[in-house]
Structure formats: structure tokens, C-alpha cells
């Protein structure tokens, strides 16, 4: 049987999605909650592979199971396994032929940013704190050039060694409300830390250090002044299939 998972969490206390020997992981918790229910340990593929402190509201998972376990019972068995930051929100039966990684048409995620803060208490843990007031409209311009295909090798690698970087950006978008900045884009798939290197460069461009020649600069290969946003700001919301 094929079981397919969606996933919330909160990432701030784990080393990211990949299990690591040694270190607190999102696959290696959700892991040992299934082998302590089924007896089995499962090859688990997960949509997305989060890096350490990202967090997850849609998070899809599958693997496979051996023996029949009833479906509908899989979130609450797991939850009352699992530490209160990971929670099982459905489960269901899938064709054999479903994989969570490869069967994906779209990723959603979302930066959050907050903006003109000395010194921020209040949810730290889910957004990038700066000083700075940022051009919104500036941001945006700059993400419009972003979306399409384009080859992003400055933004992130491949998640296969020597895959190509080619990825198709099919929505960039940024809203603001007071403070509060999100950066909301979907994509066909992303390199590993394309998204924080977005928010990145979009912040820079916000902090008018950077013009769009720039962005245009950074899709031609250049990674001339690209920083890495911190990973609190950054949750996948969900997947499309």
C-alpha cells in the first residue's frame, strides 16, 4: 500500500528534512513514529527536502507499506509518536505510481519578512527581521523578472549531482501589511536554497543597493552580492500534483 501524508511543522529545533545520523531531522522523527506503529521502516520521499530551521504547512510525504494498516487511522497513531512541533494532518491511499517528489507540478512557499525593527521579540522565529523600511514596489519589480524559465545555477544546486538548473518560476508575488513583508512563489520545482537566495536578492533590491541590471546579472550566472536569507523566514506551504 502506498500512503501518502501531508506534514505540518515547525521547523526551529530541527537540522532540516534529510535524515542525518546523529541529529534531529523531520524524516528521522517521522521515521521512528512509523516503526513504532507498523513495525516497518519505509523508504520515505518527501516532496521537498527543508533545510534546517524552514518550516512546513504542507509538507507531502509517501511510502510504502507491506502489511494493510487502516489510513484513517495513520494521523492520530502518528501525532500521539510524534513531538508537538510535527503533526500528521491527513493520509490516504494512493496508486502505486504516485511519488511525492516526482509526480509534483507546482510548490508553493512563503517568506516572511519584517521590516523596521530594531530589535524584534515577537515571532523571530518565523520571519527576517531587518531595520531597514524596504520598496516594496521595487521587490516586486524585481521578482517579475524572475519568473519564467530560466536557468537559476546562481540562486541554488541541483538536488542530483550535475543536474541541470533550469527551473520554471510560474508566480512571484509580494504583499505587505505594516511591518509584515511576504514573498509567495511557486514554482516547478526549486534548487536548494533557491527560495532564501530569492528573498535575498529581493530584499537587496528593497534596500535599493541593487537595481534590476542586477537581477538580470544574477540569471546570466553572475552571483555577485547574492546572499543566503535566513532560513526562520521560510515555510512551504503546500504542493499541487
Same mark, same amino acid.
Given at each position: 500500500?502506498?500512503?501518502?501524508?501531508?506534514?505540518?511543522?515547525?521547523?526551529?529545533?530541527?537540522?532540516?528534512?534529510?535524515?542525518?545520523?546523529?541529529?534531529?531531522?523531520?524524516?528521522?522523527?517521522?521515521?521512528?513514529?512509523?516503526?513504532?506503529?507498523?513495525?516497518?521502516?519505509?523508504?520515505?520521499?518527501?516532496?521537498?527536502?527543508?533545510?534546517?530551521?524552514?518550516h512546513a504547512l504542507g509538507q507531502v510525504v509517501n511510502f510504502k507499506l507491506e502489511r494493510d494498516f487502516p489510513v484513517q487511522q495513520l494521523p492520530g497513531a502518528?501525532?500521539?509518536?510524534?513531538?508537538?512541533?510535527?503533526?500528521?494532518?491527513?493520509?490516504?491511499?494512493?496508486?502505486?505510481?504516485?511519488?511525492?517528489?516526482?509526480?509534483?507540478?507546482? $510548490?508553493? %512557499? /512563503?517568506?516572511?519578512? &519584517?521590516?523596521? !525593527?530594531?530589535? @524584534? *521579540?515577537? =515571532? $523571530?522565529? %518565523? /520571519?527576517?527581521?531587518? &531595520?531597514?523600511? !524596504?520598496?516594496? @514596489? *521595487?521587490? =516586486?519589480?524585481?521578482?517579475?523578472?524572475?519568473?519564467?524559465?530560466?536557468?537559476?545555477?546562481?540562486?541554488?544546486?541541483?538536488?542530483?549531482?550535475?543536474?541541470?538548473?533550469?527551473?520554471?518560476?510560474?508566480?512571484?508575488?509580494?504583499?505587505?501589511?505594516?511591518?509584515?513583508?511576504?514573498?509567495?512563489?511557486?514554482?516547478?520545482?526549486?534548487?536548494?536554497?533557491?527560495?532564501?537566495?530569492?528573498?535575498?536578492?529581493?530584499?537587496?533590491?528593497?534596500?535599493?543597493?541593487?537595481?534590476?541590471?542586477?537581477?538580470?546579472?544574477?540569471?546570466?550566472?553572475?552571483?555577485?552580492?547574492?546572499?543566503?536569507?535566513?532560513?526562520?523566514?521560510?515555510?512551504?506551504?503546500?504542493?499541487?500534483?
Amino acid at each position: 500500500m502506498n500512503v501518502k501524508l501531508i506534514l505540518e511543522y515547525e521547523g526551529t529545533h530541527y537540522h532540516g528534512w534529510q535524515a542525518q545520523r546523529g541529529t534531529a531531522t523531520i524524516e528521522s522523527a517521522l521515521r521512528a513514529a512509523i516503526a513504532s506503529l507498523t513495525g516497518e521502516s519505509p523508504l520515505l520521499t518527501a516532496a521537498g527536502r527543508t533545510d534546517s530551521g524552514v518550516h512546513a504547512l504542507g509538507q507531502v510525504v509517501n511510502f510504502k507499506l507491506e502489511r494493510d494498516f487502516p489510513v484513517q487511522q495513520l494521523p492520530g497513531a502518528l501525532n500521539a509518536r510524534l513531538a508537538s512541533d510535527i503533526s500528521v494532518r491527513h493520509a490516504e491511499l494512493v496508486d502505486d505510481s504516485f511519488n511525492a517528489r516526482y509526480s509534483a507540478r507546482a $510548490r508553493h %512557499y /512563503a517568506y516572511s519578512i &519584517r521590516q523596521a !525593527l530594531p530589535r @524584534g *521579540a515577537y =515571532q $523571530r522565529q %518565523y /520571519a527576517w527581521g531587518l &531595520r531597514d523600511t !524596504l520598496d516594496v @514596489g *521595487a521587490m =516586486q519589480a524585481a521578482g517579475d523578472r524572475l519568473v519564467g524559465q530560466h536557468d537559476f545555477r546562481a540562486f541554488g544546486r541541483s538536488p542530483r549531482p550535475g543536474g541541470h538548473t533550469m527551473r520554471r518560476v510560474q508566480e512571484l508575488r509580494i504583499t505587505s501589511a505594516g511591518d509584515w513583508i511576504t514573498i509567495a512563489v511557486a514554482a516547478d520545482a526549486f534548487l536548494y536554497g533557491m527560495v532564501r537566495r530569492i528573498a535575498g536578492a529581493l530584499v537587496e533590491v528593497g534596500r535599493k543597493r541593487r537595481s534590476l541590471d542586477w537581477i538580470d546579472g544574477l540569471l546570466n550566472g553572475s552571483s555577485l552580492g547574492l546572499r543566503l536569507a535566513p532560513p526562520q523566514g521560510l515555510v512551504q506551504v503546500r504542493v499541487e500534483y
